[in-house]
């Protein structure tokens, strides 16, 4: 059975950091692209990065460019995603996702909450 597993989340003030990871097992993990999403109240689930199967392309969403930071370590079936300056906004249940090169995302994590206060 595939699993992706979150962890990190939690409390931070305005401008502090948080690190997520995500082990994933029952795939090969080097073979799919990993990302991570997030859902704030009463919002849709967005894309916030993805990183290839190879760790060479990274791609973001324009709120968080430049504060995340998404890396991979295959060797430990690892994607992580390092938050920095992190504001209000950025308050929401974080999930990470897998999928083949040319398809959906099929395999998502239970999410994580990550809450930012002012």
């Known amino acids: 059975q595939v699993q992706l597993v979150e962890s990190g989340g939690g409390l931070a003030q305005a401008g502090g950091s948080l690190r997520l990871s995500c082990t994933a097992s029952?795939?090969?993990?080097?073979?799919?692209?990993m990302a991570w999403f997030r859902q704030a109240p009463g919002k849709e689930r967005d894309l916030v990065a993805a990183?290839?199967?190879?760790?060479?392309?990274?791609t973001y969403s324009d709120s968080v460019k430049g504060r995340f930071t998404i890396s991979r370590d295959n060797a430990k079936n690892t994607v992580l995603l390092q938050m920095n300056s992190l504001k209000p906004e950025d308050t929401a249940v974080y999930y990470c996702?897998?999928?083949?090169?040319?398809?959906?995302?099929?395999?998502w994590g239970q999410g994580t909450q990550v809450t930012v206060s002012s």
């Open positions: 990183i290839s199967w190879s760790g060479g392309t990274s």
């Open positions: 029952g795939l090969t993990f080097s073979s799919y692209v």
């Open positions: 996702a897998a999928r083949t090169t040319g398809s959906g995302y099929k395999h």
